[in-house]
């Protein structure tokens, strides 16, 4: 059972237009929400990340948007730039006894921004 | 800041010998140490959890006995695979997190590993 889903397995958007990759998840327990970007051989990086308290944070180029009503959380790029090409991964965690403080990833997105 | 270094970032070994990877957290002292799993356009497999002088908590289906996790001090944890064969070839990302700010985990940059 996949708790966290990224339905969308690639992107592509053109240099400067907005890119948008969207995750969905299914626990309602979960409670911290973060966007990580990974190139091929290399370790996630992390971009932003967003508590459930929140609806929407914001950092440069990067805005993560909430909707706890619907479990489902987007990450905006705006003005995407080719070096943003890469695999962008949804993850969260749950703040509850026992979870162990566990990321759980999305499958992740492949996102290409043509120049 | 939160810099994770892995060494060695590939090694290629035979069959039936042993792998150690060390995982450090170079800016800040890391309570707990992730280590995971990737294989070829997969997501991140998580092996297992350690805290800092503790033992390691792994996720169902992973062998203790054949993965083993040291937690030595807030900044290194090692990973060795003992007895090492072919389908242990994987990605191997370890990362660690400061959980008293957040569960924000900082990853290293990986060890390919190669079983001949």
């Known amino acids: 059972d996949q708790q966290v889903k990224q339905n969308s397995p690639s992107l592509s958007v053109q240099e400067g237009r907005i890119s948008i990759l969207n995750c969905d998840y299914t626990?309602?327990?979960?409670?911290?929400f973060l966007w990580y970007k990974k190139y091929p051989a290399e370790g996630p990086t992390f971009l932003i990340s967003?508590?459930?308290?929140?609806d929407k944070n914001e950092d440069g180029r990067f805005t993560v948007f909430l909707n706890k009503s619907a479990k489902h959380l987007s990450l905006h790029i705006v003005p995407s730039q080719p070096g943003d090409s890469a695999v962008y991964f949804c993850?969260?965690?749950?703040?509850?006894?026992?979870?162990?403080?566990?990321?759980?990833f999305g499958k992740g997105t492949l996102l290409t921004v043509n120049p | 800041g939160a810099v994770v270094s892995q060494h060695p970032s590939w090694v290629i070994c035979k069959s039936g010998t042993s792998v150690k990877i060390e995982c450090r957290s170079l800016?800040?002292?890391?309570?707990?140490m992730f280590w995971y799993r990737q294989f070829p356009k997969q997501s991140l497999m998580l092996m297992a959890t350690?805290?800092?002088?503790?033992?390691?908590?792994?996720e169902q289906g992973v062998e203790k006995d054949k993965f083993l996790i040291n937690h030595a001090s807030l900044t290194l944890s090692t990973l060795t695979v003992t007895s090492a064969h072919p389908e242990d070839s994987s990605f191997y990302i370890c990362?660690?997190?400061?959980?008293?700010?957040?569960?924000?985990?900082?990853f290293g940059p990986g060890t390919r590993l190669t079983v001949l």
């Open positions: 800016d800040f002292q890391a309570t707990t």
């Open positions: 350690s805290n800092e002088g503790s033992k390691a908590t792994y």
């Open positions: 990362s660690a997190s400061l959980r008293r700010v957040s569960d924000t985990q900082y």
């Open positions: 626990n309602s327990m979960f409670d911290y």
């Open positions: 993850a969260a965690s749950a703040d509850s006894g026992g979870s162990n403080h566990k990321l759980t």
């Open positions: 967003i508590s459930s308290i929140k």
